[in-house]
């Protein structure tokens, strides 16, 4: 093992790539942040897309960036990792991109070659997909999203030429991003049992690709997505072709050879940065040091735009309306879930920005020299101390929201998975004041809480044992929805080191990994050997975070039960009255 060494983390977001670089504690030594581009179509809102050029040549920016800042010389630099969004990126043969875009230049090569995970053109190739009743659906939670990558594949197949659409190559981006890096076609087992229908231990399913009508990557060996080989298909970290091509080396200011690690989604490479940490109770440091087996009690919650939840096992454990079982996504021979919420992040600006009162809690925030969540927290304590009430849930006891407003453009994740749920507010009145606006912020934060709790309950009613939430992401700033968290789901929630940190971070880790493996030979490693690797390298890299506990008095303990038993109530009221008035003749 080595003793020194610096690392690079690549993640690759929605809107900004970010670049940092380790070292083998994890501590950041340098970070970079380039925004990238999202191409829009003004005559339908479904369609998002993005370029593997534009993202490239963003990420050679900022790992330049890193190295120039940092200090460090590019020998030292021992491993690299990519981690990115679950977007369908579409090249040639070749490599070169291939355009995705509707209209006569589709399936041409061109610089538009990425469906971005928001893009939801295949939403009839998805609703085909889920009337097959095949085995690839069971391990989606019985509903495959139009976010995955077959719907987008199948769309294309449909609308391209067939000539064209037989030269094409599809990859899960951070499959891409590795490919670009070495040269080399291998996929990452995250991305294909995540996001492309293989199987967990059956593979492809020759007779769902048949149904669906793409029957031809088949015919490929399924080249086009992905050889189902293990000299192909790699576990997290593990090294990909001969690490960094000259070409690559060039372009990011490293050294040809250094490894690269294959790649993670990145709600993955989050939960990778995340749950190996210790944590501080009152300022001091945790003695115990975490054993793996302690992951699979801790739940990650990578909360951004939308949030994922992802938890681990053992064994595969099948949750109704939750992505998974995944076996091998992170930990060769173990098993990951994945629930998640399309918005919240998203849902918390909307009612903030869509308010009346919205420009006077900006200007109103700006002139007492503090941000929008902290004035709108001590408007909550005014409130609460003028009402002579116990706690901001007294103040919000009679208005509920129930929080899929992303609707059909997003759809509800789980556990209910039904694109078709919307958004509902009950106790509305006239209110237009910056108080107003307050309330109705503590009631949506109150709402995404009590649905997280439905998403750890469901999945603790299922067989597993999650026992604490393990934060990162935007949201990990937001210490008022960070203690409804705790208070809600009655369990400790733990704050990371760096909210922004814990993804890239992730991806350094693979970089690390990837070092460590080529020296003992990732081919010979068994099963056991690479799971005490990564999580060595997890508890080693990730820095301490901070733990809150559940602080809900008794009373407000009740009144939270209550909003969730109506919370759950609201989810059969909005789908009786849907039956209602489809029944209409």
Same mark, same amino acid.
């Given at each position: ?19 940092? =670089? ?9 970070? !970079?942040?380039?925004?990238?581009? #999202? ?5 339908? @809102? ?10 490239? $040549? ?11 800042? $940092? ?32 209209? !006569? ?49 199948? /769309? =294309? ?8 659409? *037989? ?36 593979? /492809? ?9 793409? %029957? ?45 690690? &294959? ?8 939960? =990778? ?10 300022? +001091? ?5 975490? *054993? ?20 681990? $096992? ?28 399309? &918005?919240?992040?998203? =849902? ?6 869509? @308010? ?34 116990? &706690? ?21 994740? $789980? ?22 606006? +307050? ?18 309950? #469901?999945?603790?009613? @299922? ?8 934060? *990162? ?32 971070? %992730?991806? +350094? ?77």
């Amino acid at each position: 093992m080595s003793t020194t060494g610096y690392y690079i983390g690549v993640d690759v977001g929605t809107g900004s790539v970010r670049a940092c =670089l380790v070292n083998k504690q994890g501590k950041t030594i340098a970070s !970079s942040t380039q925004d990238i581009q #999202t191409f829009r179509d003004h005559t339908d @809102h479904r369609i998002f897309e993005q370029s593997t050029t534009d993202i490239w $040549s963003c990420i050679s920016k900022v790992v330049r960036n890193v190295v120039q800042t $940092s200090g460090v010389a590019p020998p030292d630099i021992k491993g690299i990792g990519f981690d990115a969004t679950c977007s369908l990126a579409v090249t040639d043969e070749g490599g070169q991109p291939v355009v995705i875009t509707n209209g !006569s230049e589709l399936g041409r090569t061109g610089e538009r070659n990425i469906i971005l995970w928001a893009d939801h053109r295949a939403e009839a190739e998805a609703e085909l997909i889920n009337q097959t009743g095949s085995l690839v659906l069971d391990y989606v939670g019985g509903t495959m999203s139009l976010e995955m990558e077959v719907p987008k594949v199948l /769309w =294309l197949k449909r609308n391209m030429p067939a000539d064209l659409f *037989s030269r094409c190559q599809f990859f899960d981006l951070p499959d891409y991003l590795t490919y670009r890096a070495t040269a080399h076609p291998a996929r990452s087992c995250c991305s294909l049992t995540c996001k492309c229908s293989y199987v967990p231990e059956k593979g /492809w399913q020759t007779d769902f690709f048949e149904k669906v009508g793409l %029957g031809e990557l088949e015919g490929k060996g399924y080249r086009q997505i992905g050889e189902a080989l293990r000299s192909t298909v790699l576990n997290a970290g593990v090294p990909v072709g001969n690490g960094l091509t000259k070409e690559a080396a060039d372009d990011l200011w490293l050294v040809e050879g250094t490894p690269v690690g &294959s790649g993670l989604i990145d709600a993955y490479a989050g939960w =990778l940065g995340t749950v190996g940490a210790k944590y501080k109770v009152d300022g +001091a440091l945790s003695k115990d040091m975490p *054993s793996i087996e302690e992951s699979y009690h801790r739940l990650a919650a990578v909360a951004g735009t939308s949030t994922c939840h992802l938890v681990q $096992s053992p064994n595969g454990i099948f949750v109704p309306g939750v992505w998974g079982p995944y076996k091998d996504a992170v930990f060769r021979g173990w098993w990951m879930n994945e629930g998640g919420q399309s &918005s919240t992040g998203q =849902l918390i600006d909307f009612i903030l920005t869509t @308010h009346p009162a919205y420009s006077k809690l900006v200007e109103t925030a700006k002139a007492k020299q503090t941000d929008i969540h902290t004035l709108l927290k001590d408007l909550l304590e005014e409130l609460r101390v003028q009402q002579n009430v116990d &706690s901001y849930q007294d103040l919000t006891r009679d208005l509920h929201y129930y929080p899929d407003f992303h609707g059909k453009c997003g759809c509800n994740r $789980s556990p209910i998975a039904d694109p078709r749920m919307r958004g509902s507010i009950v106790g509305l009145d006239l209110g237009t004041s910056i108080q107003d606006l +307050a309330l109705k912020y503590y009631a949506v934060l109150t709402a995404i809480a009590l649905q997280t709790r439905h998403i750890i309950s #469901t999945l603790n009613k @299922h067989g597993h044992s999650i026992t604490s939430i393990y934060m *990162s992401g935007g949201q990990a700033r937001n210490l008022t929805l960070m203690q409804l968290f705790a208070d809600v789901c009655d369990m400790p929630v733990v704050l990371p080191f760096d909210h922004a940190g814990a993804v890239v971070l %992730g991806a +350094a880790m693979l970089g690390r990994v990837a070092e460590e493996a080529s020296k003992v030979g990732a081919s010979e490693m068994g099963e056991k050997e690479q799971q005490e690797l990564l999580w060595k390298i997890m508890v080693e890299m990730t820095p301490p975070g901070t733990r809150m506990l559940p602080s809900a008095a008794p009373r407000v303990k009740r009144l939270l039960q209550v909003k969730y038993d109506i919370f759950l109530e609201s989810i059969d009221i909005q789908k009786r009255w849907r039956k209602a008035i489809a029944d209409v003749q």
